[in-house]
């Protein structure tokens, strides 16, 4: 099995508001992954978790918080987001960090009002 | 600095014409390189990994091949359920991260 489930589907926020993004995946992989994606665009990486270890931050600004709380679970945290903050947010997983083969969730589509 | 270039950026065929799509890389030393299919407003789906030149990989009408500077991904007799955006990413060696290309927008006519 190679899935990696991401929750919310969906979600609308408002430049105060605080939610949070949740990843998970039951493969037994140890490195996870946060990525951005705009329309038409390749996905845009912004962290990495190895051995449930921040290895990776693509200078992503504060108001986006990762989390990794096991070695299944990710999260990423919102607060006060732009609306250029709106995009389809991507989770993946591999074996291990580096240059192994990632496999991504659904996506979560967050739009920024 | 490693490199993906994809073409072409969109392609339009009719339903049975087979085709190609390119993936032209520069990397410094290949770990691997990563065919996904992405349909719109959902999340890449894995096809295949190739490791090495001349490897060649296939899954129902997608064949994919590699040589030291670029991989074709071989679309035969298409189906109008082939439509999507197929993206090529690089892993090399040392590096902690893929680089992706700008990715094929496939469209396949009935």
């Known amino acids: 099995d190679t899935e990696v489930t991401q929750t919310p589907k969906h979600l609308v926020m408002g430049m105060t508001n605080k939610k949070s993004l949740k990843c998970e995946q039951h493969?037994?992989?140890?490195?996870m992954y946060w990525y951005k994606q705009k329309a038409k665009k390749p996905p845009e990486l912004m962290f990495v978790?190895?051995?449930?270890?921040?290895?990776i931050n693509e200078s992503v600004p504060s108001r986006f918080s990762p989390e990794c709380p096991n070695s299944s679970l990710l999260n990423l945290h919102l607060h006060a987001l732009q609306p250029e903050d709106s995009a389809l947010y991507l989770c993946?997983?591999?074996?291990?960090?580096?240059?192994?083969?990632?496999?991504f969730g659904p996506g979560t589509r967050l739009l920024v009002l | 600095e490693d490199q993906v270039t994809q073409s072409p950026e969109a392609l339009r065929l009719q339903e049975g014409e087979s085709s190609s799509l390119n993936c032209s890389y520069t990397v410094s030393g290949l770990r691997g390189l990563f065919w996904y299919r992405q349909d719109p407003g959902k999340g890449p789906e894995f096809l295949f990994t190739l490791y090495s030149a001349g490897e060649e990989k296939e899954k129902e009408r997608l064949k994919a091949t590699l040589t030291k500077k670029e991989s074709f991904l071989h679309i035969t007799a298409p189906k109008p359920e082939d439509s999507a955006t197929y993206l090529c990413a690089v892993g090399s060696t040392g590096a902690q991260k893929l680089v992706f290309g700008q990715g094929t927008r496939l469209t396949i006519n009935p």
């Open positions: 978790y190895s051995y449930e270890k921040l290895s």
């Open positions: 493969m037994g992989h140890r490195a």
């Open positions: 993946a997983s591999s074996q291990d960090s580096g240059t192994k083969t990632q496999y």
